[in-house]
Each structure stands twice: as structure tokens, then as C-alpha cells.
Nanobody
Framework: VQLQASGGGLVQTGGSLRLSCVASGRIVGINDMGWYRQAPGNQRELVASISSGGITRYADSVLGRFFISRDNAKKTNLLQMNSLKPEDTAVYYC???????????????WGQGTLVTVSS
């Protein structure tokens, strides 16, 4: 199983970026999908998550600016980031709970990070 993240880059304050995460491999089910971020010197923190039924959860710091969505058929989730601030600068990691075989529990997987840099 792989989680492929893309969409990071450099943007000015107030700009927007959209991150994409695609799950591939032997997958029979995906539960929660989400994004975490880690800035230098900081712990990794949850940014946003979305359940298989579409229930979303956001960090207070991004509420109203970031929006997460998913396409279950394509095993993809998108994080639309608007009104970006310098404090949003971090490496963003895709995360998902995935079942690889019927009868097995969901396991947690991480994608590679994608760097988001917001200049002031």
C-alpha cells in the first residue's frame, strides 16, 4: 500500500494550494483519511481528517480556511488550503486507515511529506 501526496509548493501569504493524496495497492477498505503537518522544531499535528462517510474534523488553526474532501471510488482525498499564512509553513503528510484484506483490522499508513512554504 502506498499513499502518494502531491501539491505542495511556495505561495505568498493569502494564497491557496491544493494537496492531493492517492492510495494505491491492495486495498479493500479505507476508513479515515487525513493530513498532518510538521514545522521545524514542532511536533506533528493533525490538520484535517475525513471519515469514509464524509465527517470532517479540522484543527482550530485552519478552521474556515482549509477544506478536506474525498473520492472513495478513486481512493483520493484533497486538502484545499486558502488564505494561507506563514505559520502554515510545514511538511504536510497524508495519512489513512486502510484495510488490506477482508477479515483484517485497519492499519495506519503514512505518505511521504510534501513541503508547503508560505512567504510573508
Amino acid at each position: 500500500v502506498q499513499l502518494q501526496a502531491s501539491g505542495g509548493g511556495l505561495v505568498q501569504t493569502g494564497g491557496s494550494l491544493r494537496l492531493s493524496c492517492v492510495a494505491s495497492g491492495r486495498i479493500v477498505g479505507i476508513n479515515d483519511m487525513g493530513w498532518y503537518r510538521q514545522a521545524p522544531g514542532n511536533q506533528r499535528e493533525l490538520v484535517a481528517s475525513i471519515s469514509s462517510g464524509g465527517i470532517t474534523r479540522y484543527a482550530d488553526s485552519v478552521l474556515g480556511r482549509f477544506f478536506i474532501s474525498r473520492d472513495n471510488a478513486k481512493k483520493t482525498n484533497l486538502l484545499q488550503m486558502n488564505s494561507l499564512k506563514p505559520e502554515d509553513t510545514a511538511v504536510y503528510y497524508c495519512n489513512a486507515d486502510i484495510r488490506t484484506n477482508w477479515g483484517r483490522d485497519f492499519r495506519n499508513f503514512w505518505g511521504q511529506g510534501t513541503l508547503v512554504t508560505v512567504s510573508s
